[in-house]
T-cell receptor
Framework: DAGVTQSPTHLIKTRGQQVTLRCSPKSGHDTVSWYQQALGQGPQFIFQYYEEEERQRGNFPDRFSGHQFPNYSSELNVNALLLGDSALYLC???????????FGAGSRLTVL | QQQVKQSPQSLIVQKGGISIINCAYENTAFDYFPWYQQFPGKGPALLIAIRPDVSEKKEGRFTISFNKSAKQFSLHIMDSQPGDSATYFCAASSLSSGSARQLTFGSGTQLTVLP
């Protein structure tokens, strides 16, 4: 059983560009959350999607947006990239109401 | 306050020793406290978790101790092994309007177990 899969694994962008990261949740999971993990730091919650709607949002600007598709997969979009957006972006999936989150290996974004 | 404070930042232990990582929180609404283990190039993986209605939970060599009055909890790794070398994160969350828990993570502890 495949766990949470994320793509791409690594990417490099320049300031001002836009990026789209993708996530396929673990089989049977219907909720997707996104986290940003800066180097040497713990993950920080960006937002959560369930039934194709954003349900919760952390303290991130509107440049960060997302989408969930009918098959429960999700995208994270970041516009007008800043150097400070360089980080590992983690997708986590879970079943509705469950405590356990399953994380993917992440997409490492470098902004030059 | 949503912050979870974790210490130490790094820890070096001899094989067979006990590794202890501590966390403290402020938000009394937190009701779920998991610990995650992260290896380089991998995402965090759930190790063990505790609810505030118990003071201790043990799974194999891993034990969580929880002190509700002090708002502190800790991870103990008994008989530490080189394969335990990883970064450990404590986290906390409370019930919310979302469909799944939103985790607030500590800053992480890089554990090195020497052979």
């Amino acid at each position: 059983d495949a766990g949470v899969t994320q793509s791409p694994t690594h990417l490099i962008k320049t300031r001002g560009q836009q990026v789209t990261l993708r996530c396929s949740p673990k089989s049977g999971h219907d909720t997707v959350s996104w986290y940003q993990q800066a180097l040497g730091q713990g993950p920080q919650f960006i937002f959560q999607y369930y039934e194709e709607e954003e349900r919760q949002r952390g303290n991130f600007p509107d440049r960060f947006s997302g989408h969930q598709f009918p098959n429960y997969s999700s995208e994270l979009n970041v516009n007008a990239l800043l150097l400070g957006d360089s980080a590992l972006y983690l997708c986590a999936s879970s079943m509705t109401g469950a405590n356990v989150l399953t994380f993917g290996a992440g997409s490492r974004l470098t902004v030059l | 306050q949503q912050q979870v404070k974790q210490s130490p930042q790094s820890l070096i232990v001899q094989k067979g020793g006990i590794s202890i990582i501590n966390c403290a929180y402020e938000n009394t609404a937190f009701d779920y406290f998991p610990w995650y283990q992260q290896f380089p190039g991998k995402g965090p993986a759930l190790l063990i978790a505790i609810r505030p209605d118990v003071s201790e939970k043990k799974e194999g060599r891993f034990t969580i101790s929880f002190n509700k009055s002090a708002k502190q909890f800790s991870l103990h790794i008994m008989d530490s092994q080189p394969g335990d070398s990883a970064t450990y994160f404590c986290a906390a969350s409370s019930l919310s309007s979302g469909s799944a828990r939103q985790l607030t993570f500590g800053s992480g502890t890089q554990l090195t177990v020497l052979p």
